[in-house]
């Protein structure tokens, strides 16, 4: 349902999507169920994600340290 996604970003250049609604996120599992999407093929760690206003896409912002 709308509203019930939470993204995460990090060092490991993923983006993952989080089904709020579903269940208690690790409940009685001893940790955090499963990402309900993985967006993948991001070649930098990303710093940043956000959803648009409506909740229909998700971007995310990097920063390139260009190689010497």
């Known amino acids: 349902s709308a509203g019930s996604l939470l993204a995460s970003c990090g060092a490991d250049k ?3 999507l989080w089904d709020t609604g579903a269940h208690a996120l690790g409940a009685g599992r001893g940790g955090p169920s ?3 999407a993985l967006l993948q093929g991001i ?3 990303v710093n940043d ?3 648009t206003c409506d909740g229909a896409q998700v ?3 990097s920063v390139l340290i260009p190689s010497v």
């Open 14 to 16: 993923l983006v993952a």
């Open 34 to 36: 499963a990402p309900a």
């Open 43 to 45: 070649t930098a760690a």
């Open 49 to 51: 994600v956000a959803f």
């Open 59 to 61: 971007g995310h912002a």
